[in-house]
């Protein structure tokens, strides 16, 4: 008895914190195609490369979009790694 009573608080403590995680999610959704939908509007290639990169450094590496406790962490170092990647997000946003 008493371990169905544990799996069942176990149970709802999972499914809270998914439902926080999905929320936190939508938030972080919704405020990406935002900043997206901005860069639309920019005629200019260099300022759409450098609104590019802003949001490659704020979605990507500033850890919004990174899944918690993931890879990948916003340290220093390894950066010759991190500005690839940067690269080659950059050419995929402006193809």
Known sequence: M????ARAATGAQELSAERKRAAKLTVMHSRL???VGELASLQDSKLVKQAAVKLNKKHLRGGE???EGG???GGEG???EEEEADAR?????LK
Request: no cysteine; aromatic share 0%; charged share 40%.
């Open 2 to 5: 008493s371990e169905s009573r």
């Open 33 to 35: 195609l935002k900043d």
């Open 65 to 67: 979009l990174r899944p």
């Open 71 to 73: 890879e990948g962490g």
């Open 78 to 80: 390894g950066g010759g």
């Open 89 to 93: 997000a950059l050419e995929e946003i």
